[in-house]
């Protein structure tokens, strides 16, 4: 039970946890991100690695996290201490969780920007500025828009205040109803878009592109892309769906919980890229490897052609704002819920604190793509680059490794059985992928990955 006087927020149902933590693994990851670096990592064999990676170590590293929250319902860093004391471990352990603290407001400053162009896209869609645009005028309108670092610090700012206003009344009350209504809306307009691009796009190239395994195009800082985005698709390695399950109901399973969300996360990614190669490949003027700039270079052609364009881009912008807007709520909870369960700060105050940090980290990033976008960190990244690096090829694998020798080998079999709905083979398979696979796996090809990063 939770220590604080107050009854401990809870989600209504089994389904709505589904909701809250699909909300939070379906965002800018699966729509935006996941597209963009399997373009610039030349498709197949990253989606191959990827998918490996969701299985040997997102899903158990997930089901950890999940059991750490339910287990311990407090807030990450105090969960991790908790447990640590429950399992005779050192409370050093915490520094595994204030990572992931910081690893969440830095994810949530530049994600930021990129919600805050899709908030930008809505209007820009009603305006009909992009009716039968063709390729080269969508990616001209596309730079346009980032040319001019106050706007992208408008869209920005806009966009830390609903995240901000979200969080500090509280995520179980609006987030609830909010991912219930949304995210089905969002994944049927996405197979509406996979129709259109079936019948009008080059389909059979988009589904060689990125089903064919191609070998010799990856290489070991792809792999490491695919592993990172593994955790950053999940909302895993850095305490997010742990703080969400410190809101599930006594009575959820938590591995067919995961199971669940993991499969629903997928799907999203793979018909986002569906929707979005075929296009691409029928457009001259755009790559695959095109960048940050996919998602709103290539859909705004399909809906610049469509009958209904014009309502449905401006619906699919709206729902990507808004899938953005559940994932964002859950990047800063773990910081918030913290500072209220020490009894430091009411949620109003935290979160203008907080939120605040975020906002500031995010005007490097909204500088990346015009006054400063010249990689001057390392000589290799922008603000922008490197806050992704930081978090999605750094924090979030280690924050990965941590958890699972943590949960791994600090806990006994039964007191993890206690918490599982699993018994029998597949919770010694879980277990022992998690003991035995999954940190070294993340080791291995953290390593060689940095390695050939910066060598
Ligand atoms: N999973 C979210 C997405 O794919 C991003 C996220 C990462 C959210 C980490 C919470 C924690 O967009």
């Known amino acids: 039970m939770a220590t604080n006087a107050l009854p401990r927020e809870a989600w209504n149902s089994r389904l709505t946890f589904i909701l809250a933590a699909t909300g939070s693994a379906v965002g800018l990851g699966n729509i935006w991100k996941f597209p963009y670096i399997a373009g610039e990592n030349g498709g197949g064999a990253f989606v191959l690695v990827y998918l490996v990676c969701i299985l040997l170590a997102g899903i158990p590293v997930m089901i950890a996290e999940v059991f750490m929250g339910k287990r311990t319902r407090t807030s990450p860093v105090l969960a991790v201490e908790k447990l640590a004391a429950e399992s005779g471990q050192s409370t050093r352990w915490r520094w595994m969780a204030i990572m992931g603290v910081i690893a969440g407001m830095v994810i ?9 162009w899709a ?3 809505f209007p820009k869609m009603i305006s009909g500025a992009f009716v039968a645009i063709d390729d ?5 309108l596309f730079n346009e828009h980032l040319s001019n670092p106050w706007r992208l610090l408008g869209w920005h700012s806009l966009f830390i205040i609903m995240t901000m206003a979200v969080v500090i009344t509280g995520v179980t009350r609006g987030l609830g109803k909010a991912v219930e209504y949304l ?3 969002l994944f049927v307009l996405l197979l509406i878009l996979l129709g259109f691009s079936i019948y009008q796009g080059e389909f059979s190239h988009a589904v060689k592109y990125l089903f064919a395994f191609d070998f010799g195009s990856l290489t070991m800082d792809s792999v490491l892309a695919a ?7 999940l909302s895993i390695g850095m305490g997010a769906i742990m703080a969400y399950g410190s809101y599930m109901p006594e009575d959820t399973p938590i591995a067919k919980t995961v199971l669940t969300v993991a499969a629903l996360d997928t799907c999203v990614a793979l018909i986002a890229g569906l929707a979005i190669f075929p296009i691409v490949f029928a457009s001259p003027a755009i790559e695959p490897g095109e960048g940050a700039g996919l998602l709103f270079i290539s859909l705004p052609i399909a809906f610049g052609s469509m009958p209904g364009g014009i309502f449905f881009g401006a619906l699919f912008f709206a729902l990507v704002s808004v899938a953005a807007w559940t994932s964002s709520i859950s990047l800063i909870e773990p910081a918030v819920s913290w500072a209220v369960d020490k009894g430091k700060a009411t949620r109003l105050k935290a979160g203008i604190f907080l939120g605040g940090i975020c906002w500031l980290l995010g005007i490097g990033s909204a500088l990346s793509f015009n006054v400063y976008s010249d990689p001057w960190i390392f000589g290799l990244f922008n603000w922008f680059e490197f806050s992704d690096f930081l978090t999605s090829y750094v924090m979030l694998p280690v924050g990965g490794i941590l958890m699972a020798i943590f949960v791994g ?3 006994g079999k039964s007191a993890l059985l206690e918490s599982m709905d699993i018994e029998g083979w597949l919770f010694d398979a879980w277990r022992f992928v998690l003991r035995w696979i999954t940190p070294d796996l993340i080791k291995i090809i953290f390593f060689l990955g940095i390695i050939n990063i910066f060598l």
Do not use: Q
């Open 227 to 233: 592993l990172g985005h593994a955790f950053f698709t």
């Open 409 to 411: 080998h600090m806990f």
């Open 183 to 185: 995210m089905p809306i």
């Open 136 to 140: 080269a005028g969508s990616s001209a």
């Open 119 to 121: 908030l930008a896209y």
């Open 108 to 116: 949530l400053s530049y994600y930021s920007i990129v919600a805050g």
